[in-house]
């Protein structure tokens, strides 16, 4: 089937599904509120089935070009002596590829080069959907996790929603590494992973209200909570700089009754956004992009289409965003540590989500 789609929203998710449906035959026309392509974010893990996804428009193979390979995992106490490994291996052995490190903007880069031949709108807020689902045949919603449209079309009950947890992220130049660390405290957990271009990229979360002030800046509130921690965590709060801080409270999104309402289909944060414990928000926008392009190819009827996407998509990521969340809460704990090592070992053990 063929058809006009409008797609609000030229983040991943939207440059994505503009590239695949336009590859699919599709008159396609993509509204973004900002004025161009973001140039803020810190690494994102592409893991197999996004790098698989990425390969029906042509993408895929960038990403192995540009990004950087992810070796080993491992998982540490504040002090610095191992909780458990993951065995990356095992996930090459069994798909053929790695997880890659890449950033934001540079993936947003690769995307917009697919989406070259579609029509870009920048600078082009859609506050109301309306007369776009009187345009065309289908719109696509990729406005992020606090999409207007979501709320407009199912109610503050499915407004993007804190939980409890604030995040601190970037990178530091030079220091290039291939291993990913994951410090576990307290209540709070810090990342160190790879990203292209010889930087390391790190994060921090801890439990704090939300929209909590750092009086003295962020980066002398990191080095209060992590400052005597162990491993590689001293290497980057000794490096980094407070203008290269980003700060951002995390919200996740309730599980919605369908992805699709009427000839409007949601994907990415606006239809599941979920805590990026386990790293794959990114990944399952992109898989979200393309399966809807393929099933409104495939189907005869685009009402058919949208159904089968919705189908496809929504169990397989509320079961995901369910585990992000309880592996959130996991890194929340602050007594029985002695628990929440084992349970993170035996965690380990189980094959990793392609």
């Known amino acids: 089937m063929r058809g006009t789609a409008k797609i609000v929203g030229g983040g991943i998710g939207g440059l994505a599904a503009a590239s695949a449906l336009h590859q699919a ?14 140039g803020a974010g810190t690494a994102l893990g592409m893991w ?18 540009q990004g950087t390979e992810q070796t080993s995992a491992e998982f540490l106490r504040a002090d610095g002596t191992l909780i458990g490994k993951l065995d990356t291996t095992r996930l090459r052995r069994r798909t053929g590829d790695p997880v890659y490190l890449l950033s934001r903007p540079a993936l947003l880069n690769l995307l917009y080069r697919a989406a070259q031949n ?9 506050a109301d959907i309306t007369s776009l689902q009187r345009e065309c045949d289908v719109v696509v919603v990729a406005d992020g996790i606090f999409s207007r449209t979501r709320a407009a079309l199912f109610g503050d009950r499915y407004r993007a929603r804190y939980i409890g947890v604030t995040a601190w992220r970037g990178w530091i130049d030079n220091r290039p590494t291939r291993t990913m660390t994951e410090t576990w405290g307290r209540g709070a957990k810090f990342g160190i992973t790879p990203q292209e271009g010889g ?5 921090a979360t801890t439990v704090a209200p939300e929209g909590a002030p750092s009086p003295d800046g962020e980066l ?9 921690w162990g491993g590689p965590v001293r290497m980057v709060l000794d490096t980094i700089a407070e203008e290269a801080i980003l700060r951002h409270d995390l919200h996740v999104v309730p599980p919605l009754p369908t992805f699709v309402s009427g000839n409007v289909a949601l994907i990415g944060d606006a239809a ?12 399952e926008t992109l898989i979200d992009a393309i399966t809807l392009a393929r099933c409104l190819r495939e189907s005869p ?9 919705d189908r496809r998509r929504r169990r397989p990521t509320q079961r995901l965003a369910a585990a992000a969340a309880g592996a959130s809460r996991l890194t929340r704990w602050n007594r029985n540590l002695w628990l929440r ?14």
Not at 55 to 62: A, Q, R, V
């Open 25 to 38: 035959g599709w008159d396609v026309t993509l509204y973004e509120r900002e004025v161009g392509l973001s």
């Open 48 to 65: 197999p089935s996004a790098v698989a996804a990425l390969d029906h428009i042509g993408t895929g193979d960038d990403v192995r070009t």
């Open 118 to 126: 579609t029509a870009t709108h920048f600078g082009h807020p859609i």
């Open 199 to 203: 930087r390391t990229n790190w994060y």
């Open 220 to 228: 002398a509130r990191l080095r209060e909570l992590f400052g005597s």
């Open 272 to 283: 599941h956004a979920m805590p990026p414990d386990l790293g794959r928000g990114a990944c």
């Open 301 to 309: 009827m685009i009402d058919a289409g949208l159904h089968a996407y």
């Open 341 to 354: 090592d084992g349970l993170l070992r035996m965690s380990l053990l189980l094959p990793p989500p392609a």
